[in-house]
C-alpha cells in the first residue's frame, strides 16, 4: 500500500525556535511536494522537490529530500507566529501526478 | 484575477439529492484535479484530467461523474449523494510547468454537507 506518513500530526512551538517535519513514504519516487494550508483557506504551494538531495529554502522553512530514505525534512529556523498553518507533503508514487498526501502537520506557533 | 473558482464555496443538500461543484480556471492549463479533504485523511484524488474530454479516475472515485466539455471548466457531480461524502472539495489546476515540475495551484475549495 502506498503511504505517506508525516510525524509530528501536532506541534506547539514558541517563537524564535527551531523544528523539524518528517515526511515518509513507502517506494520510491524523486518528486515531493509541500504545501501549507491556512484554517479554512486553499492549499499554497512551498517547495517542489524533484531530485535525491535537491534542498530548497524560502525564508524561515528549508525543505531537502533523501530518495533512497525516502524521506523529506521540513526545516523551521526561528519559528514566527506567522508560520502557523497546517503543513503537508504529497509524493508523486508512480511519476503519474497523482499524489499521494500526509494527513498534515498543525503547526502552532506561540509568541 | 482569481485563477481558479470553484462553486458553490458552501452547501447543504440532502441524501440522495445529486449536487454538482463547479470549477473554472481563467487560463487554458491542460491538467485539472478534483480532491476531497477529510480530517485525518490529508487530501485523497477523486478524478484528474488531462485534457478537454480526457478524464481519469483517481484514488476514490465512487459516487463521483466528472466531465470536461470545455478545457477551462471541470464539474464534479455527485449523482446520489451520501452522508460520507460530507467533505471540503478541492479543484486543482497545473500549470504550463506541470509536465516538468507536477506542481498544482488550488481552488479555495467546495465545503460540502449531505443531511
Known amino acids: 500500500e502506498l503511504k505517506v506518513e508525516q510525524n509530528p500530526l501536532f506541534l506547539s512551538m514558541q517563537e524564535g525556535k527551531n523544528y523539524t517535519i518528517y515526511c515518509n513514504y513507502s517506494?520510491?519516487?524523486?518528486?515531493l511536494y509541500w504545501y501549507r494550508q491556512d484554517p479554512g483557506k486553499s492549499l499554497e504551494s512551498l517547495f517542489v522537490l524533484l531530485s535525491n538531495g535537491a534542498v530548497k529554502q524560502e525564508g524561515r522553512l528549508m525543505a531537502s529530500l533523501d530518495t533512497k530514505a525516502r524521506l523529506s525534512t521540513l526545516h523551521i529556523t526561528a519559528a514566527v507566529h506567522d508560520l502557523s498553518a497546517t503543513y503537508f507533503c504529497?509524493?508523486?508514487?508512480?511519476?503519474?501526478?497523482?499524489?499521494?498526501w500526509g494527513a498534515g502537520t498543525k503547526l502552532i506557533i506561540k509568541p | 484575477d482569481a485563477g481558479i473558482t470553484q462553486s458553490p464555496r458552501y452547501k447543504i443538500t440532502e441524501t440522495g439529492r445529486q449536487v454538482t461543484l463547479m470549477c473554472h480556471q481563467t487560463?487554458?492549463?491542460?491538467?485539472m484535479f478534483w480532491y476531497r479533504q477529510d480530517l485525518g485523511h490529508g487530501l485523497r484524488l477523486i478524478y484528474y484530467?488531462?485534457?478537454?474530454?480526457?478524464?481519469d479516475k483517481g484514488e476514490v472515485p465512487d459516487g463521483y461523474v466528472v466531465s470536461r466539455s470545455k478545457t477551462e471548466n471541470f464539474p464534479l457531480t455527485l449523482e446520489s449523494a451520501t452522508r460520507s461524502q460530507t467533505s471540503v472539495y478541492f479543484c486543482?489546476?497545473?500549470?504550463?510547468?506541470?509536465?516538468?515540475?507536477?506542481?498544482?495551484?488550488f481552488g479555495e475549495g467546495s465545503r460540502l454537507t449531505v443531511l
Open positions: 487560463w487554458s492549463h491542460s491538467y
Open positions: 504529497a509524493v508523486d508514487m508512480d511519476s503519474n501526478y497523482q499524489l499521494i
Open positions: 486543482a489546476v497545473g500549470d504550463g510547468q506541470f509536465l516538468n515540475t507536477g506542481e498544482l495551484f
Open positions: 517506494t520510491t519516487s524523486d518528486r
Open positions: 484530467s488531462a485534457a478537454a474530454d480526457i478524464t
